[in-house]
């Protein structure tokens, strides 16, 4: 079991820029798959982007965000990251990392049951 603490989340103006971070504790942190989630409020908790923990990193994105966010990770930092461009406002929503240790090493996944740890969250709030 993993310990994920995000940050980085703020307000911006639609348009601007933003660097989601999510530190992960644990010494086997190579060995998990990375996505990041998002909530906004009064809707369900839906897939943003994840990361495979082998065959070089392997992306996925939800079609929402395909062009504007990507996701990468360091293992040497157990970090996973975020950069999200272009915002909306309708990407105000708060994001949570979630970590996996059931999926195979060159996939991802955006279904939330295969992820057994969860951060608690960050805000991001872009304004129109």
């Known amino acids: 079991q993993v310990q994920l603490v995000e940050s980085g989340g703020g307000l911006v103006q639609a348009g601007g820029s933003l660097r989601l971070f999510c530190a992960v504790s644990g010494r086997t942190f190579s060995t998990y798959a990375l996505g990041w989630f998002r909530q906004a409020a009064g809707k369900e908790r839906e897939f943003v982007a994840a990361?495979?923990?082998?065959?070089?990193?392997?992306?996925g994105y939800a079609d929402s965000v395909k062009g504007r966010f990507t996701i990468t990770r360091d293992n040497a930092k157990n970090t996973v990251y975020l950069q999200m461009n272009s915002l909306k406002p309708e990407d105000t929503a708060v994001y949570y990392c979630?970590?996996?240790?059931?999926?195979?090493?060159?996939?991802?996944?955006?279904?939330?049951?295969?992820?057994?740890?969860w951060g608690q969250g960050t805000q991001v709030t872009v304004s129109s």
């Open positions: 979630a970590a996996s240790r059931r999926l195979y090493r060159i996939l991802v996944s955006s279904n939330a049951a295969d992820y057994g740890s």
């Open positions: 990361i495979s923990w082998g065959g070089g990193g392997s992306t």
